[in-house]
């Protein structure tokens, strides 16, 4: 025992400068082997050669270089190049003001809490969409909100006959009313056109009910289409977007909104454990990502047709065809498996990382890629025509297999 400088008995070690060494020496750590470099040009290329997820794209040494410039500063009191990015976000989506999120997911589940006031309610949304598919049931467990996923009676998008005879309405005690609509743009890489987004919006506001929307990866909308992203937005209460998706950004999304919404988001984001230090460096990286990486999608999305076509001519059913950045296609159509395609094209001299029937073109895939991923499918489908396949066929298609189902594939074997 002795007595610390502050008069209070404390238990200090007797050989005080030599415990410290030791605690000293513990906490030494490197985790940087001596070719880290060439290391992580190894992950850029094996990168180029992914097709599993856009999320897995990495920072390119260009947006390193200009991330480290970023200010410093404490995100939850006040970080210069965070709150300058969500100014120039909020204004190009034209909203009154936004907030910087870790992950889409706290940005979708924050911004839907911070609708959601007094329970019961339900929020609708597309029994495809993320929220409901791929957040872990997260608005009942941080909002106590049921959803009430629709299915599109045209296969492609909701409309607003599809939400008007989902939306709860009404005073009996049996039902919980609808307080949300949140819809998804792109959903599974496609486009949900904006004249059916605006009904559904005016039908919502006529009721009180508030528009969400997760643009993860809006910004493909805009690069295919041609819209603003204050066009996209205007319809939409609250807005998600994601800088690490389609942009290539290594960290982040933004919830948009009104400046007493946010400024409730805020509160709510700290709650939620999303309060941040030091993301100048994050802010910068999203600021190189905006400027540089999003005039790079219209080529993303020219590769992923050719993808679609290259699929096609060997033969390949196609599930959900290259709007944007994605392609769902039909293994069994060419007498094969996901696995099977996936082990195969690891074991090539250049490995392919495959998923299942999700293929997703980002910033860094290369022509050379789709070419040898084309040439590997062609080879296999040789193979099993050669072996007696016959391709089935349904109604004069080739058969045709939910995407959704589709969507829930296994990479356990090619990790």
């Not at 060494?21 to 190894?42: C, G, H, M, R, V």
């Not at 709150?83 to 910087?100: M, N, Q, R, S, Y």
């Amino acid at each position: 025992m002795g007595y610390h400088d502050s008069g209070y008995l404390v238990p200090m070690s007797p050989n005080l400068e030599k415990t410290r060494a030791s605690i000293n020496q513990d906490l030494k750590f490197d985790p940087l082997s001596s070719t880290y470099e060439a290391d992580n040009d190894l992950k850029r290329a094996q990168i180029a050669r992914t097709f599993i997820s856009d999320t897995m794209t990495v920072p390119t040494t260009e947006m390193y270089a200009y991330g480290v410039h970023g200010t410093l500063g404490d995100a939850v009191y006040y970080e210069p190049s965070t709150i300058a990015l969500e100014a120039h976000v909020a204004k190009i989506t034209g909203k009154e003001d936004g907030l910087f999120m870790p992950t889409g997911t706290m940005s979708n589940q924050i911004g839907l809490r911070t609708h959601l006031t007094q329970p019961p309610y339900t929020i609708v949304c597309d029994h495809r969409a993320h929220i409901y598919t791929y957040e872990l049931s997260g608005v009942a467990f941080h909002s106590g909100a049921q959803l009430i996923p629709v299915p599109p009676q045209n296969g492609h998008h909701l409309t607003v006959d599809d939400v008007s005879r989902s939306v709860v309405q009404g005073s009996d005690v049996h039902f919980a009313p609808t307080q949300v609509i949140s819809l998804e743009n792109t959903l599974n890489g496609t486009i949900f056109p904006q004249y059916d987004i605006v009904p559904i919006s005016e039908f919502a506001r006529s009721l009180g009910i508030k528009m969400h929307l997760d643009g993860a990866r809006l910004w493909h909308v805009a690069a295919e289409t041609g819209m603003s992203l204050k066009e996209l937005c205007d319809p939409f209460d609250s807005v998600s977007l994601c800088f690490s998706k389609g942009l290539g950004a290594p960290v982040g999304s933004i919830l948009l909104g009104t400046k007493e919404y946010i400024t409730k988001a805020r509160r709510v984001r700290k709650l939620f454990g999303g309060g941040m230090r030091q993301t100048g460096i994050l802010a910068a990286s999203v600021a190189y990502a905006l400027t540089h990486h999003f005039p790079l999608l219209p080529r993303v999305h020219i590769l992923a047709r050719k993808l679609e076509k290259g699929l096609q001519d060997i033969g390949v059913t196609i599930l959900s065809g290259a709007e944007t950045c994605m392609v769902f296609y039909d293994a069994t159509s060419i007498g094969t498996t996901y696995d099977e395609i996936a082990e195969k094209g690891l074991q090539l001299p250049s490995p392919l990382f495959l998923g299942g029937s999700r293929l997703v073109v980002h910033i860094q895939t290369t022509e050379a890629v789709i070419d040898d991923f084309l040439e590997l499918v062609a080879g296999i489908a040789k193979e099993r025509k050669k072996a007696g396949f016959v391709k089935a066929e349904m109604n004069g298609v080739g058969q045709y297999r939910d995407v959704y189902v589709h969507r829930h594939w296994s990479i356990s074997k090619s990790k």
